[in-house]
């Protein structure tokens, strides 16, 4: 199990500190429960945030009453929804409706394990780290429809379709934007990925023509893939109620609201790794790892704080000019890029 984990921030040295055993189940753990520290306080303040950055755009206060500038209002709502009943329905289906959530928040939790923090810090340095994060988020997917069909609501079950088909759909040009980036760099290893970026100002997405347009794609992609605004039509309000989680309260709906934001974050985390140098500084030096930290982070939040800006500026999409931007737009654009990138290398830069 060690073997996964590339540890750093001096997690060995502490170890040995402690006086602990070299195979002492301290680092894997400390390796998980940080970005777990780091979901749970992310997800507060980008509630915040957006609740904040919507009342400018819409020319209201927001949050005030609860701690100076409202700051505690968040940390409020997430009490009072911890301590509300947890209600399932009479006619769901139990098992699906409780371990739902759970797979939810699983999918999102376990991407966060091979996503390069630093060049000090990556919970699961795999030499297939992307394609990884794929397949484990894929549990999401599978997760939102046992939601939807186990409600036994028609509303859920509409949502839970829906968020179905579009994230299904928009994995193919997320996925042929992905591939771009890593024919520029010949190598899945998200550590690899970044470290070629060295030297590149703000990343290597504009080294080739065909980069840039993937990394366009990608940002409308992931927009999808985690049904934000204009891609919400899984949890349009004003149609579906809340769409698949329409019948979940309490702690269960608080795994449904951290996987959302959690999935933010990594998306954000993803683009920033694969086309902006990741941990490195926007001149593209190497930081070191805490420094590195920072950089990745700073750079994520703005991607992140791109998603809340576009949910309160632009109208929601309908169901056939969602599917027609993904299979007559973005596919065909992303598969010309992925083939254009590979000759770039070949016939170009060799």
Known sequence: MHDLVKYTLNLQALNEWLGLAPDSLL????????????????????????????AVIQNRMGPVETGPFGLFQTTADILKLIQKED??????????????????????????????????????DLNVG??????????????????????????????????????VSYEIPAGLAVL???????????????????GWWFGHFWSSPFLFVAFIIYLIASLAEVNRTPFDLPEAESELVAGYHTEYS????????????GNMFIVSGIAVSLFLGGWLTPWGTNPG????????ITKSLFFVFLQIWLRWTLPRFR????????????????????????????????
């Not at 309490?250 to 934001?261: D, I, W």
């Not at 790892?289 to 990745?296: D, N």
């Open 250 to 261: 309490g702690m269960k709906f608080a795994m449904f609201f951290l996987a959302e934001y």
């Open 180 to 198: 771009t980036a890593v024919v520029a760099v010949g190598s899945l290893n998200m550590t690899t990925i970044v470290s070629d970026q060295t």
């Open 27 to 54: 680092i894997p753990i400390v390796a998980a429960v940080l970005p777990l520290l780091f979901l749970i306080v992310f997800a507060l303040m980008a509630v915040y945030a957006e609740r904040k950055i919507s």
């Open 319 to 350: 169901v056939d000019q969602l599917m027609y931007l993904c299979w007559k737009v973005l596919i065909p654009i992303s598969f010309a890029c992925l083939i254009g990138q590979a000759a770039w290398e070949i016939f170009i830069l060799n």
């Open 130 to 167: 992307i394609f990884y994060i794929l397949a484990i988020s894929s549990l999401v997917v599978a997760g939102l429809l046992m939601a939807g069909w186990g409600s036994n609501n028609k509303w859920s079950l509409y949502g839970a379709v829906r968020s179905t088909a579009q994230i």
């Open 289 to 296: 790892p805490v420094w590195g930290i920072f950089w990745m």
């Open 87 to 124: 209600i399932v329905p009479k006619a769901a289906d139990k098992i699906l409706f409780v371990v739902a959530p759970i797979l939810v928040f699983v999918g999102t939790y376990s991407a966060l394990a091979a996503l390069p923090w630093s060049d000090g810090f990556v919970g699961a």
